[in-house]
């Protein structure tokens, strides 16, 4: 039988780190909006909402059925959808400069 040889990770500079708790906090944002839905705002959602929006916008309509963040499924409007992407991409953006906070 043969012996399977690990070797351990490689260390992560202290910029890699912060940079690995970011893209860890951006997977799990969510933001409840003004109707008080809770919607996934991490970046895979927030290109599903983008093009559900675009789609809506194009064709007129004004709702449509999503997962929410707690995993049922609502009616939400176009609208609410454009508030949670607003409020995702806000979260994100703020997320996104954690790497480089308390760098000189």
């Known amino acids: 039988m043969g012996r399977t040889i690990s ?3 490689p260390e992560l500079s202290p910029l890699e780190e912060k940079k690995l ?6 997977a799990s944002i969510t933001v409840t ?6 919607f996934d705002g991490d970046e895979k959602s927030q290109e599903r909402m983008a093009r559900a929006i675009t789609v809506g916008t194009l064709t007129g ?6 997962v929410l ?15 949670a992407l607003a409020l995702s991409m806000q979260r994100m953006g703020e997320l996104w ?8």
């Open 7 to 9: 070797t351990p990770p």
């Open 21 to 26: 708790a970011r893209e860890l906090a951006v």
């Open 33 to 38: 909006t003004t109707s008080g839905k809770t």
């Open 61 to 66: 309509q004004v709702e449509t059925v999503w």
């Open 69 to 83: 963040a707690d995993n049922t499924p609502a009616i939400v409007t176009i609208a609410e959808m454009a508030e």
């Open 97 to 104: 400069l954690m790497p480089y906070e308390d760098e000189p």
